[in-house]
């Protein structure tokens, strides 16, 4: 859904407090409110964004994109630099068959 927001006396509204009132707007949890792309208008006062309400958590990790989830606070951030993935797969692709996981796998300690 798109949101409007009209604030006069604040210069925007964050996204948590917006969740919070959605939820009690449309009488659902507010951690299954997702508020994103707010756009404040030029001067101030209002804001435009989306909203989307779904009916329980586990509908939301089904179909939000994973960037979303992570903004929220649901689920788990990679842990490996995108260089340290890069050249694992560099050192995959020059063996064959099923050393590809040994060489994925790391040196033992």
């Known amino acids: 859904m798109v949101v409007d927001v009209i604030h006069p006396?604040?210069?925007n509204i964050s996204k948590t407090d917006l969740r919070e009132k959605l939820g009690k707007v449309y009488k659902s949890p507010s951690d299954s409110v997702f508020v994103f792309g707010m756009k404040t208008a030029y001067g101030?006062?209002?804001s435009t964004g989306f909203a989307l309400i779904?009916?329980?958590?586990?509908?939301a990790k089904k179909f939000e994109p994973?960037?979303?989830l992570l903004r929220h606070g649901i689920g788990a951030k990679r842990t490996s630099s995108r260089?340290?993935?890069?050249?694992?797969?560099h050192r995959?692709?020059?063996v064959r068959g099923i050393k590809k996981a040994k060489v994925g796998a790391g040196k033992k300690k």
Not at 83 to 89: D, F, I, L
């Open 92 to 94: 995959q692709m020059k």
């Open 9 to 11: 006396s604040k210069p």
């Open 66 to 68: 994973k960037y979303r």
């Open 44 to 46: 101030g006062g209002r």
């Open 83 to 89: 260089k340290q993935r890069k050249e694992k797969k």
């Open 54 to 59: 779904y009916d329980n958590l586990a509908i």
